[in-house]
């Protein structure tokens, strides 16, 4: 007689929703005008905020809580000592948004049918990210950013997540007629998406979890989930391979393609091992509690993307041994939770299938920015909740009500603050808009960026009115800007311009100079051809072969 199936909780309902909904329209978070890689995870958490939370836990969640506790404290102490606060302030407030919207699905997701509906939103998330993309990239035209994602990794990280709980959707939930036609359908689309995307790292990651799971299922339910497994690989290919591409960052072929044609391990990870002797040269400079979240982008000499790409030298670097040791426990006890489950339980498979994304994303993560960008970590984080999440009706009151109190009160605390300095943060991002009046030089609003440094794309716009009256004014704020932007290479090439508007071409080679040992190898063609243009200037005993070496990378 098979098992019943529990129905989730009447408190769970609303949250459990408002979370389907959240997870199905979460790629086009993107479109909002307000710093596109946070705002998905503090939408979710606004959306979250309305759920009842049940107040009483066990022992077990406890132990976690007390570990994720510890782990924000952790990472808020390493951006208090960070050279570059307000950058981090914000990363560490995307953490505490992205750890909630897991809490809530470990303390909300008790039934069989809540995480099937939780396994398809990000299942059909996924399809419609990748239906937009296709459909809006015929309306653009060639060499524009990609639609929605902005750069295919994204995309790919994203469409991992999605095509692992779309296998699951379709291997643990069988349905007949037409539902049974959308899970396929579903399945076949996002594993698509993820082949076109052009990563190696997905196709990594989803091997793994295919590994983990024809390793722990039984028989005949292994023999199935290879059987649907290869039919949609199959059918992927094929519907990937309609969407052809000459673009060398997109398709599974160009991906062939870049690893066959490799020549050494440098080419074969795309300069990610280049990268990572350089981030832990970086790592042992604070290795206890590392240089706070969101340090990577202020690297110098400039590196690709915002983060390490291996999520390891990621915490190492941002919060250390102590946040290293703290994540790597937690996602510990989330697989080893899913596995020790009793297999009569109702939610065995979903746990276990939530623990094999969960563990498709660390793969992964150890080549790209699964533990990075908003909508890969988000779903990671998912995932864990699921794991950690205790079966059954709500749980039986906690041992240590006092303890639980104060572990409450610091994670509404942490939401709190983080809320307040996403609220700067977006102000700032919204001011800088091309839409947004110019604020005066000495207006609040400048000076609050000034003490706030969170966020500086669109500064020139600003410079750019300041500048007609006063050029001092943009050169002095375009240096600020290099010490303290993340866009700081653009700024370099600007405050040299500026100084050649007030004839003062000695500082422009200063600027351009300093600009070509720091900034990113990309903006090397534009720095070199103002220099070449420019008097000679007296010697700074600084040769070609005391730069540093620049890296490129595919993300």
Same mark, same amino acid.
């Given at each position: 007689?098979?098992?019943?199936?529990?129905?989730?909780?009447?408190?769970?309902?609303?949250?459990?929703?408002?979370?389907?909904?959240?997870?199905?329209?979460?790629?086009?978070?993107?479109?909002?005008?307000?710093?596109?890689?946070?705002?998905?995870?503090?939408?979710?958490?606004?959306?979250?905020?309305?759920?009842?939370?049940?107040?009483?836990?066990?022992?077990?969640?406890?132990?976690?809580?007390?570990? &994720?506790?510890? $782990?924000?404290?952790?990472?808020?102490?390493? !951006? #208090? *000592?960070?050279?570059? %606060?307000? =950058?981090?302030?914000? /990363?560490?407030?995307?953490?505490?948004?992205?750890?909630?919207?897991?809490?809530?699905?470990?303390?909300?997701?008790?039934?069989?049918?809540?995480?099937?509906?939780?396994?398809?939103?990000?299942?059909?998330?996924?399809?419609?990210?990748?239906?937009?993309?296709?459909?809006?990239?015929?309306?653009?035209?060639?060499?524009?950013?990609?639609?929605?994602?902005?750069?295919?990794?994204?995309?790919?990280?994203?469409?991992?997540?999605?095509?692992?709980?779309?296998?699951?959707?379709?291997?643990?939930?069988?349905?007949?007629?037409?539902?049974?036609?959308?899970?396929?359908?579903?399945?076949?689309?996002?594993?698509?998406?993820?082949?076109?995307?052009?990563?190696?790292?997905?196709?990594?990651?989803?091997?793994?979890?295919?590994?983990? &799971?024809?390793? $722990?299922?039984?028989?005949?339910?292994?023999? !199935? #989930? *290879?059987?649907?497994? %290869?039919? =949609?690989?199959?059918? /992927?290919?094929?519907?990937?391979?309609?969407?052809?591409?000459?673009?060398?960052?997109?398709?599974?072929?160009?991906?062939?393609?870049?690893?066959?044609?490799?020549?050494?391990?440098?080419?074969?990870?795309?300069?990610?091992?280049?990268?990572?002797?350089?981030?832990?040269?970086?790592?042992?400079?604070?290795?206890?509690?590392?240089?706070?979240?969101?340090?990577?982008?202020?690297?110098?000499?400039?590196?690709?993307?915002?983060?390490?790409?291996?999520?390891?030298?990621?915490?190492?670097?941002?919060?250390?041994?102590?946040?290293?040791?703290?994540?790597?426990?937690?996602?510990?006890?989330?697989?080893?939770?899913?596995?020790?489950?009793?297999?009569?339980?109702?939610?065995?498979?979903?746990?276990?299938?939530?623990?094999?994304? &969960?563990?498709?994303?660390?793969?992964?993560?150890?080549?790209?920015?699964?533990?990075?960008?908003?909508?890969?970590?988000?779903?990671? /984080?998912?995932?864990?909740?699921?794991?950690?999440?205790?079966?059954?009706?709500?749980?039986?009151?906690?041992?240590?009500?006092?303890?639980?109190?104060?572990?409450?009160?610091?994670?509404?605390?942490?939401?709190?603050?983080?809320?307040?300095?996403?609220?700067?943060?977006?102000?700032?991002?919204?001011?800088?808009?091309?839409?947004?009046?110019?604020?005066?030089?000495?207006?609040?609003?400048?000076?609050?960026?000034?003490?706030?440094?969170?966020?500086?794309?669109?500064?020139?716009?600003?410079?750019?009115?300041?500048?007609?009256?006063?050029?001092?004014?943009?050169?002095?704020?375009?240096?600020?800007?290099?010490?303290?932007?993340?866009?700081?290479?653009?700024?370099?090439?600007?405050?040299?311009?500026?100084?050649?508007?007030?004839?003062?071409?000695?500082?422009?080679?200063?600027?351009?100079?300093?600009?070509?040992?720091?900034?990113?190898?990309?903006?090397?063609?534009?720095?070199?051809?103002?220099?070449?243009?420019?008097?000679?200037?007296?010697?700074?005993?600084?040769?070609?072969?005391?730069?540093?070496?620049?890296?490129?990378?595919?993300?």
């Amino acid at each position: 007689m098979p098992a019943p199936v529990l129905m989730p909780p009447r408190h769970t309902i609303t949250p459990i929703s408002l979370l389907v909904a959240f997870l199905t329209l979460m790629a086009f978070g993107t479109l909002l005008p307000i710093d596109y890689d946070r705002t998905i995870a503090a939408l979710g958490v606004g959306l979250l905020l309305f759920a009842r939370h049940p107040a009483s836990t066990t022992r077990t969640d406890l132990i976690d809580s007390t570990l &994720l506790c510890a $782990l924000g404290m952790t990472g808020l102490v390493s !951006a #208090l *000592l960070s050279r570059h %606060i307000a =950058v981090s302030l914000v /990363a560490w407030s995307n953490w505490m948004f992205i750890w909630s919207i897991g809490i809530v699905a470990a303390r909300q997701i008790r039934s069989a049918s809540a995480m099937e509906r939780i396994f398809a939103a990000i299942a059909i998330g996924g399809v419609l990210g990748t239906l937009y993309v296709w459909i809006a990239r015929s309306f653009t035209a060639p060499g524009t950013p990609l639609p929605l994602y902005i750069h295919p990794r994204l995309m790919g990280m994203h469409l991992t997540a999605a095509t692992v709980a779309a296998l699951a959707w379709l291997h643990l939930a069988p349905r007949k007629g037409d539902l049974r036609t959308a899970q396929w359908l579903v399945a076949i689309v996002s594993c698509a998406g993820m082949l076109w995307s052009g990563g190696r790292s997905p196709i990594l990651a989803l091997g793994a979890a295919l590994g983990m &799971l024809l390793l $722990l299922d039984p028989g005949r339910d292994r023999r !199935a #989930l *290879l059987r649907q497994t %290869i039919l =949609v690989g199959i059918a /992927a290919l094929a519907l990937s391979a309609a969407n052809w591409t000459d673009n060398p960052g997109l398709g599974w072929w160009h991906a062939i393609s870049r690893s066959t044609a490799a020549t050494d391990m440098s080419q074969l990870t795309s300069s990610r091992t280049d990268i990572w002797k350089l981030v832990w040269s970086r790592i042992q400079e604070a290795p206890l509690l590392g240089h706070g979240p969101g340090d990577y982008r202020f690297m110098r000499p400039r590196q690709d993307g915002h983060q390490p790409h291996n999520w390891i030298l990621q915490w190492l670097l941002e919060s250390g041994a102590v946040g290293l040791v703290l994540f790597t426990t937690i996602t510990s006890r989330a697989v080893a939770r899913a596995l020790r489950m009793p297999r009569d339980e109702p939610t065995a498979p979903w746990r276990l299938a939530a623990a094999t994304g &969960l563990c498709a994303c660390l793969a992964g993560g150890l080549f790209d920015g699964y533990f990075y960008h908003a909508q890969i970590y988000i779903c990671a /984080a998912l995932f864990a909740g699921l794991c950690l999440g205790v079966p059954g009706p709500a749980p039986a009151p906690a041992l240590h009500p006092r303890r639980q109190l104060w572990l409450g009160m610091l994670r509404r605390s942490a939401l709190v603050v983080g809320c307040l300095l996403m609220l700067i943060h977006s102000f700032f991002v919204l001011r800088f808009s091309k839409w947004a009046p110019i604020p005066l030089p000495d207006s609040t609003t400048a000076r609050l960026v000034r003490a706030f440094p969170s966020w500086n794309y669109g500064l020139e716009r600003w410079l750019d009115s300041w500048g007609k009256d006063d050029p001092r004014i943009a050169i002095a704020w375009s240096d600020w800007a290099c010490r303290h932007g993340t866009d700081a290479d653009f700024f370099y090439l600007y405050g040299a311009v500026q100084c050649l508007r007030i004839q003062r071409p000695d500082l422009a080679a200063e600027r351009l100079d300093a600009g070509l040992r720091w900034t990113h190898r990309k903006w090397w063609p534009y720095l070199r051809n103002l220099r070449h243009q420019l008097p000679a200037q007296p010697a700074t005993g600084t040769t070609d072969a005391d730069k540093p070496k620049l890296l490129n990378t595919n993300s």
